[in-house]
T-cell receptor, first 114, second 112 residues
Framework: AQSVAQPEDQVNVAEGNPLTVKCTYSVSGNPYLFWYVQYPNRGLQFLLKYITGDNLVKGSYGFEAEFNKSQTSFHLKKPSALVSDSALYFC????????????FGSGTRLQVQP | NAGVTQTPKFQVLKTGQSMTLQCAQDMNHEYMSWYRQDPGMGLRLIHYSVGAGITDQGEVPNGYNVSRSTTEDFPLRLLSAAPSQTSVYFC???????????FGPGTRLTVT
């Protein structure tokens, strides 16, 4: 079975500071990992994905994520947070084998204070 | 491309009523999924399909039925609505195992 854990319900950061949103996963075989963002009363938007290759993946809006196989983690990062980054962030995983639908974490609410 | 479309956007049902949430995509994606979003629980997979005529259960399938007669459409049927099915429902599609998933705008369902 595949699963995702996002250990923080909420992350607070001041504008201009770096941010990290944590994600760990469990899957059989190689993982395909994704980050999505949801703004209030909106659908989900794709941010970035890791399939293979370089462990540091760059995505939309200046976000990046680091894949760490030994720690089974895929943390989302941004060097300098903006107030407009405040939203709900979801990590998701799909395995190379097994269920072909994405499994999502419970989400982390990011609050960026001015 | 319209992407993934869902209808209706809002729906109020009485307990015991049935209804179908519609989902369509125009990207010729093989994989389609239905999720429900509840506060603090993220998105939970209800049913998914890997092609026309092929469906499978997700984490929370009870009370819901699906079918996939065409590549484009993936309707979700609530057989007998219950208050526990009050939620926001998202349909999604993806090209393959490595592709990003595209989401519809969601349907907010309230069961009274």
């Amino acid at each position: 079975a595949q699963s995702v854990a996002q250990p923080e319900d909420q992350v607070n950061v001041a504008e201009g500071n770096p941010l990290t949103v944590k994600c760990t996963y469990s899957v059989s075989g190689n993982p395909y990992l994704f980050w999505y963002v949801q703004y209030p009363n909106r659908g989900l938007q794709f941010l970035l994905k890791y399939i293979t290759g370089d462990n540091l993946v760059k995505g939309s809006y200046g976000f990046e994520a680091e894949f760490n196989k030994s720690q089974t983690s895929f943390h989302l990062k941004k060097p300098s947070a903006l107030v407009s980054d405040s939203a709900l962030y979801f990590c998701a995983v799909r395995g190379y084998t097994g269920r072909r639908a994405l499994t999502f974490g419970s989400g982390t609410r990011l609050q960026v204070q001015p | 491309n319209a992407g993934v479309t869902q209808t209706p956007k809002f729906q109020v049902l009485k307990t015991g009523q049935s209804m179908t949430l519609q989902c369509a995509q125009d990207m010729n994606h093989e994989y389609m999924s239905w999720y429900r979003q509840d506060p603090g629980m993220g998105l939970r997979l209800i049913h998914y399909s890997v092609g026309a005529g092929i469906t499978d259960q997700g984490e929370v399938p009870n009370g819901y039925n699906v079918s996939r007669s065409t590549t484009e459409d993936f309707p979700l049927r609530l057989l007998s609505a219950a208050p526990s099915q009050t939620s926001v429902y998202f349909c999604a599609s993806t090209r393959d195992r490595v592709g990003e998933q595209y989401f519809g705008p969601g349907t907010r369902l309230t069961v009274t």
